[in-house]
């Protein structure tokens, strides 16, 4: 069971990541992805407004902008 009391303005587009057996969701409005890693919450922020991903390697994922789609590096950002 994942369980995060962070607060989302809207939070959507959740994403299980096989891989890294990781669970990830987005606060589209506050532009953030979030997730729980080593029992301890991480995220990432972005410039723009981002909404759904999906996982293209083990740290590599495909997220979809405002603007466009973009790859992003989860441990180098």
């Given at each position: 069971m994942i369980f995060?009391?962070?607060a989302c303005e809207l939070g959507?587009?959740?994403l299980w990541h096989?891989?890294?057996?990781?669970?990830?969701?987005?606060?589209?409005?506050?532009k953030t992805l979030h997730s729980v890693e080593d029992?301890?919450?991480r995220h990432w922020r972005f410039p723009?407004?981002?909404?759904?991903a999906g996982w293209?390697?083990?740290?590599?994922?495909l997220i979809?902008?405002?603007?466009?789609?973009?790859?992003?590096?989860?441990?180098t950002d």
């Open positions: 995060d009391n962070r959507e587009g959740a096989p891989l890294r057996r990781q669970f990830f969701w987005f606060d589209i409005l506050g029992g301890q919450p723009e407004l981002v909404s759904a293209v390697s083990r740290d590599v994922l979809a902008g405002e603007r466009d789609l973009f790859l992003f590096d989860l441990e």
